[in-house]
């Protein structure tokens, strides 16, 4: 298989468990370049855990995981981190750190895996905020934006060093429409016009089909279908039916398993010492 038709990333047998239960039962998929894939499920069904395995901050039980050809399953840390430069992650929550401004937020990544001068940064910073639609906002906290705001920082911050491939982890989850439909604007002109790939754990449906060039459900950490909108819009499973037209009667009970944030903590950005002043390095 040639580089280019390599996939970005490959699962592969996939298996995690927390005790005796299975949360990822066996899994194996491809996420082919400049395809958007949709992960998605009820609370429970391990689509989050399954992102943070992908990303290598979980460890599974058994399976392997590649991004860009490389087995991250056997990595270390250091490994791990030299693989996360190709790639940037979106957090449900935005993970935005309140101590610093917006611009700084943005400008973390920079500050970590670049060599480039405050102003070179700067210039980086104001140019992810302009295409997110926040000009003039860098100078103000977390605390003084709106949440759709938030995602959308935390957005230019996962696009600050030219991803290859983006990971949202419901990444429109409390917003209102019309915020939903900018963030889905935005992943659109992003791999649609520059060809890079994403994928994005979600449960809103109306996203999903917006977005999705694939999609993968899942079920009891299986993937119960798999293929195009067109597809999932037809395949006759009733727990499929059920979930992407929200009926409240079908297969799947209205007692839901314990969510699965319960089993794994939060992936939260670690505070980058040298991000203090105005995209400014501590010196020795």
């Not at 927390?18 to 894939?37: A, K, N, P």
């Not at 973390?108 to 639609?133: N, W, Y």
């Not at 290859?164 to 990444?171: A, G, H, K, Q, Y």
């Not at 915020?179 to 994403?198: F, Q």
């Amino acid at each position: 298989m040639t580089p280019e038709n390599q996939p970005v990333v490959e699962v592969k047998d996939l298996i995690r468990k927390f005790g005796e239960r299975r949360v990822i039962d066996d899994l194996t998929f491809q996420i082919h370049r400049g395809e958007t894939l949709v992960i998605m499920g009820g609370s429970g069904c391990g689509k989050s855990t399954l992102l943070r395995h992908i990303v290598g901050v979980m460890k599974p039980n058994s399976g392997s995981v590649q991004i860009f050809g490389e087995e991250i399953t056997v990595m270390n840390d250091r490994e791990i981190a030299q693989v996360r430069r190709r790639f940037g992650m979106l957090f449900q929550s935005g993970a935005l750190l309140a101590s610093l401004t917006v611009g700084e937020n943005v400008a973390l990544p920079l500050l970590q895996h670049t060599d480039l001068t405050p102003a070179e940064i700067e210039e980086v910073v104001t140019r992810k905020l302009q295409m997110v639609g926040l000009t003039g906002f860098e100078n103000l906290k977390p605390a003084e934006i709106s949440g759709g705001m938030k995602k959308r920082v935390g957005l230019a911050r996962a696009l600050a060093l030219d991803p290859e491939l983006l990971f949202s982890d419901e990444p429109t989850s409390g917003l209102d429409p019309i915020m939903t439909a900018v963030v889905d604007r935005l992943t659109l002109e992003l791999t649609r016009g520059s060809g890079m790939t994403a994928v994005v754990v979600t449960h809103d449906m109306t996203s999903a089909f917006r977005i999705a060039t694939r999609m993968i459900m899942l079920n009891h950490g299986k993937i119960i279908a798999q293929g195009t909108p067109n597809e999932i819009r037809a395949n006759p499973n009733p727990d499929v039916q059920q979930f992407i037209n929200g009926e409240p009667d079908g297969p799947v009970p209205l007692s839901l398993s314990q969510s699965e944030h319960q089993h794994s903590a939060q992936v939260q950005p670690r505070p980058l010492v040298g991000a203090r002043g105005r995209f400014h390095r501590k010196t020795p």
